[in-house]
Each structure stands twice: as structure tokens, then as C-alpha cells.
């Protein structure tokens, strides 16, 4: 019998990838293709079990173990259920998509934006959306062009007004994440060969023009120089604390997913609110959802999360897998899959943009780890073996 990972998606499926941006659906799209997962080699699933494990494990040591136990087996399962729509996915060029539904939401923002707070961006000076924070939606640019910088045989008539429309976004979205998440990804590219990711370094001097004053009003508005030139850490050393202070009180299993909130003061004491673009038009977090407001907040960095959440036992689970998924992406080779690994990885660093659910993009981090696992040659039928069997067998009669 074969265990093959399907050469081939049906493109219908694959062309979902563009509604996902606009309308959040892959966790029902990936649970549907879960068992995947029996494709990849033997010792990859002792280590997924391993990643799992841990966080049960640590669920169990919290100081609500039931709830902890819940929510740690459907988060589990969600990024399983991600990797798993990554080996269905196979190759890089299948996230191509994307990008239809990333200028979806970049018109969406700019409209948005305009309409509620014209052309001064509202009071924070920056460019917003009622489903993206700014951070995430200067994330999402920089996916898109790294996508657009990767698509060999693009052609010119879209290609540059889309990657102009990505770029004015991630510029006036004013987040120095997303700018550091394009540098560290294209250069993990480039070291890998694939120098077409150069010029993504040439975009980043495209932020640096607008910096020195290219579009006066924009820089007046965004204040991009400050983004770019400013070390400070904008609060984050007191979440970080908090952090601490989480998982000092629980150091073997942490608080729980979901469940460092509270610790956090420095942005638990504000009331709660759905985010700063729907605040600012307006709507207000419902009384309902007001008691739960802790369970989206971040303590702005992966480990310092991780720890607070799960402990030592659930985050040296996690490092595990991300160490995975560091080799399969270096052994992939595959431009696209390295910029977003380690992008991503790189904006972990003041940020946690891997962490399930959000509006595609941390899934979008799994993904790429499912699709590196088959580029790696990481199932039971590796991937350039199965190429060379198809390439060998006859045509059929």
C-alpha cells in the first residue's frame, strides 16, 4: 500500500488560501485533512507525540488542571491539524494565494482607515483594521512580499502595484516587528541560496526613502523615522515582567493556555476592547466577552510566553518543535518556507506570532513547518524519492 504524500492538491482547494485572510477558516479546512500526519516518518511523529505530550503534562501541573487540560489538548490539536494542511499543501508556491486575499485586507485597512479617521490615520497615527492589530496587519505585508518576491514568472502589470500596495501598508502601519521579520526572513533566504530574496533588502530601503521624508505626510502621520530608528521597548519590559511573575508562581506547568492575563497588569488594568481600530470607530468589548479579555493578551515574547503558560515541562516541548522545524526548513532549501520560519521566529523575539488561534497568520507559521517536513524528505515515502518513482513509472495506457 502507499503511503505517499498527494502530489498533486486539487487547485480548488489550494485557491481557498485566498478567502482565508479575508474570512479565518483554515482550522476547519486543516482538521479535515489531520490524519496526514501518518505520512511523515516514523521518528517526526514520536516527536509531534513528544510536543503533545509535554503539553498535556503540564496542563495537569496548573493550578486549574481541568480547564488547563482542555484548552492545552484543542490548541494541541490545532497545530497538529496545521502541520498536517502543510504536508496536504506540499510546496511553497501553494501559499501563492495568499496574496489575493492579503490585498483584500490591505484595500479593507486603507478604506477603513480613511473613513473612520481620515487622512491623519487616527490618533495613533497609524494605518488600522477592524480584524488585524497594526502589528499584525504589518506582518501580513511582509508575508505578501515575500511571496511576491519569491513568484518566478510573475507578471510586471500586477506584481509591482501589488507589492507597492503591501509596502505603503506595512510602511504606514508604523510596526518595527514586521521590518525586522523582512530583514532576518530574506537573509535566512539569501544564506540558503536563493537570491531572489535580495531584493527584499531593497525594500527595506524603500522604507528607509519614505523615512527621509520621500512622502512628507505620510512620515508626518506614521513618523516611520522614529519606527525604524527608535530602540526603545514600548512597554514591553513590564509585560515581560509579568511574565515572570506567571511562571515564577507556577514554574513546572505554568498558569495555563490562555490564562496569564491577569499577570499581566500593564495591559490587563485597561478595560477590555476588541482592538484599538474597532475602539476608535466605536464599538465596545460586550459585557460577556469583558471576563474573558485576558485570554488574548501576550506577554511579548514566545519563551517569556511559553513559560508563563506552560512552564518548563510545555516549553521545553515547544522548543523541540521548533527546533524541528528549524532543520526541516533549512534542509528544504525552499526560499519562501525559510523567510517566513525564521521572519517569523525573528518577531517572536518582541512579539508571539505563532500562537493559535489568530486571523491566519500564526497558522500560516505551522503550515510552512508541514510543508518543510515534506521538503525535507521527513515522511515515509520522502519526497524526492516519491518524485523520482513518478518520474520513473510509465505513462498510463
Not at 535566512?188 to 512628507?216: K, T
Request: one cysteine or more; hydrophobic letters at 55%.
Amino acid at each position: 500500500m502507499s503511503h505517499s504524500v498527494p502530489t498533486h492538491p486539487p487547485r480548488r482547494v489550494a485557491w481557498l488560501l485566498a478567502l482565508i485572510p479575508v474570512f479565518p477558516i483554515l482550522h476547519i479546512v486543516a482538521l479535515a485533512v489531520v490524519g496526514l500526519l501518518r505520512e511523515l516518518s516514523l521518528s517526526v511523529r514520536w516527536m509531534l507525540g513528544g510536543f503533545v505530550a509535554t503539553q498535556i503534562i503540564a496542563a495537569c501541573l496548573t493550578p486549574s488542571p481541568l480547564l488547563s487540560l482542555l484548552l492545552a489538548a484543542a490548541r494541541s490539536l490545532l497545530v497538529l491539524s496545521m502541520i498536517a494542511a502543510g504536508i496536504y499543501l506540499r510546496e511553497s508556491r501553494r501559499l501563492r494565494p495568499l496574496v489575493w486575499g492579503h490585498l483584500v485586507v490591505f484595500a479593507t485597512a486603507w478604506i477603513f482607515t480613511l473613513a473612520t479617521a481620515g487622512t491623519s490615520l487616527g490618533p495613533a497615527g497609524r494605518l488600522s483594521h477592524p480584524l488585524y492589530y497594526f502589528v499584525s496587519l504589518g506582518l501580513v505585508a511582509t508575508v505578501s512580499l515575500w511571496i511576491i518576491v519569491s513568484w518566478k514568472g510573475a507578471s510586471p502589470w500586477w506584481r509591482f502595484p501589488a507589492g507597492a500596495l503591501a509596502l505603503a501598508t506595512l510602511a504606514a502601519t508604523g510596526s518595527r516587528g514586521p521590518i525586522l521579520a523582512l530583514i532576518v526572513g530574506a537573509l535566512a533566504a539569501v544564506l540558503a541560496g536563493n537570491l531572489r530574496f535580495l531584493r527584499s533588502f531593497g525594500l527595506v530601503i524603500l522604507l528607509g526613502v519614505v523615512a527621509l521624508g520621500v512622502i512628507p505626510n505620510l512620515r508626518t502621520n506614521v513618523q516611520i523615522d522614529r519606527v525604524v530608528t527608535d530602540t526603545g521597548l514600548s512597554g514591553r519590559e513590564r509585560v515581560w515582567e509579568g511574565a515572570l511573575k506567571a511562571f515564577r508562581a507556577s514554574p513546572i506547568g505554568g498558569q495555563g493556555p490562555y490564562q496569564i492575563g491577569p499577570y499581566l497588569g500593564f495591559l490587563y488594568s485597561d478595560r477590555c476592547q476588541l482592538n484599538p481600530a474597532l475602539e476608535n470607530a466605536g464599538v465596545r468589548c460586550p459585557d460577556w466577552l469583558a471576563r474573558f479579555r485576558g485570554a488574548w493578551l501576550i506577554a511579548h515574547n514566545v519563551i517569556l510566553h511559553s513559560l508563563a503558560e506552560t512552564g518548563v515541562v510545555g516549553t521545553l516541548g515547544l522548543l523541540t518543535l521548533l527546533a524541528l522545524g528549524a532543520v526541516a526548513t533549512w534542509q528544504s532549501r525552499d526560499g519562501l518556507l525559510l523567510a517566513i520560519y525564521w521572519g517569523f521566529m525573528a518577531m517572536n523575539m518582541v512579539d508571539v506570532v505563532t500562537a493559535i488561534p489568530s486571523p491566519h497568520f500564526a497558522e500560516l507559521f505551522w503550515v510552512v513547518i508541514g510543508m518543510a517536513f515534506v521538503q525535507a524528505g521527513w515522511t515515509r515515502t520522502p519526497e524526492r524519492q516519491a518524485t523520482a518513482l513518478n518520474e520513473a513509472s510509465p505513462p498510463a495506457a
